[in-house]
């Protein structure tokens, strides 16, 4: 069982000072020397970001990214690309192209080469978009590339690095009594911290539940999270659900045979008939976005949330029930549902989240209702709103080149709306 609030709050220092450490540890693995840089300002007036990634493809990372680089201020800002991991000649990939003035492949170059490759770009603040996720250079950042060096987005906790300057959050994934477990300093977003693409195509036709191989009665209780996130506290929480809703299936992303296999075993041993896991075929974006429609009510993950995959939810008119955790990688669902003015789907503890899952199943015309609210959010609320997004970013960054041109070093530092 998940624990109860007071007890996952009585644990959450403990835990969040054990991620601190062991990022620091990483960090330390291959530390290069770096190098001092002298402020300076373009000759065009605008400040020059530079984003490194391995994916800028189509990858969960790019897929929330895209339109805010699409939507920066290019009369302000200067945007450059470094790619550490190549063109896979997809759709998210040319909207980057197009996006940016201009990518510069790093993937062959060494980490000194790409270093100086950068620094010749003349790049203000360099965003790290990997961390310790992917086809990451932290060897780059190590070497210090940029006068400015920013965490965000693709690894959701501290890097633990010296080399590392801020990383961007929000207050709900990353809270003011947190600070003290992260080695940057906090750029704190006014809504949610993560991007999104508000242009993201969802496949206008969308399929039956007989095309999923759902059932066509009964309730569909769903997680598209990645296998790894499903401890066995969540899939017993799952099973109980399942054993009080009769009729009801459990629809899972279908990661590996060996996943299905002990998926479905475990199952059997809580007692619910593995026939009712439902398991998912990876899919084209577009096309897996349109499916949700065939489910009820999405059951997030702890300790690690859906991220990616909670927005995918949310985007496609899917409520998302989530229990808030106490790291960043477990607060992020309940940062996304805040930004949509949902607090009812946010359980307090494990024992709420199964009471709630079970009490929307029941109660058909109250999930329909949150389904219209979550409707009218998609459209208005600032989660995807991906212009506004940009903009608060875009201050965050102006508040720490204004810093750095004061001679002033990085401190915490709040956007407001």
């Known amino acids: 069982m998940w624990p109860p609030a007071s007890s996952r709050r009585s644990r959450s220092a403990g835990r969040a000072s054990r991620h601190r450490r062991r990022a620091c540890n990483a960090a330390q693995f291959g530390k290069a020397p770096a190098s001092k840089t002298t402020p300076q300002i373009a000759s065009n007036g605008k400040i020059r970001i530079g984003y490194l990634s391995g994916e800028f493809r189509e990858q969960a990372t790019s897929l929330l990214l895209v339109g805010v680089l699409e939507q920066h201020d290019k ?26 003035d201009r990518i510069i492949d790093i993937s062959a170059m060494g980490d000194v080469e790409a270093t100086a490759a950068i620094r010749a770009q003349g790049i203000d603040i360099l965003v790290n978009l990997n961390g310790y996720f992917g086809a990451q250079r932290n060897g780059v950042f190590a070497r210090r590339a ?28 990353l809270p003011a009594e947190h600070r003290r477990f992260y080695s940057e300093k906090v750029a704190w977003l006014p809504h949610c911290y993560q991007a999104n693409d508000d242009r993201r195509d969802i496949a206008a036709v969308s399929p039956t539940r007989q095309d999923c191989g759902l059932p066509s009665d009964g309730f569909v209780f769903c997680c598209f999270n990645n296998v790894y996130k499903i401890t066995p506290q969540a899939f017993a929480r799952w099973m109980r659900i399942l054993v009080v809703i009769d009729g009801s299936v459990l629809w899972l992303l279908d990661d590996s045979e060996a996943a299905v296999a002990n998926l479905r075993r475990e199952a059997e041993a809580r007692g619910v008939d593995s026939g009712r ?136 530092l709040a956007v407001t709306s």
Request: proline share 6%; charged share 25%.
């Open 75 to 100: 009369d302000a800002f200067e945007i450059v690309a470094f790619d550490n991991g190549g063109d896979d000649g997809g759709p998210t990939r040319r909207r980057i192209n197009e996006a940016v």
């Open 146 to 173: 940029a006068p400015i060096q920013v965490n965000y987005l693709g690894f959701p906790g501290t890097l633990g690095a010296g080399f590392m300057d801020y990383i961007i959050a929000d207050p709900h994934v």
């Open 277 to 412: 896991l439902i398991f998912a075929k990876r899919v084209p974006p577009a096309e897996h976005l349109a499916r949700h429609r065939c489910a009820d009510l999405f059951l997030d993950t702890l300790p690690y949330n859906a991220h990616t995959t909670a927005s995918d939810a949310l985007w496609a008119e899917l409520p998302l029930l989530t229990c808030e955790g106490t790291t960043f990688a477990g607060r992020v669902a309940a940062s996304l549902l805040r930004a949509l003015d949902l607090p009812e789907l946010i359980a307090a503890d494990g024992d709420a989240f199964e009471r709630r899952a079970i009490e929307l199943a029941r109660q058909p015309a109250q999930l329909s209702a949150l389904r219209d609210k979550l409707a009218h959010a998609r459209l208005a609320a600032p989660l995807f709103n991906t212009r506004r997004t940009a903009r608060d970013i875009e201050a965050a960054f102006r508040l720490m080149q204004a810093r750095r041109l004061a001679g002033l070093a990085p401190h915490h």
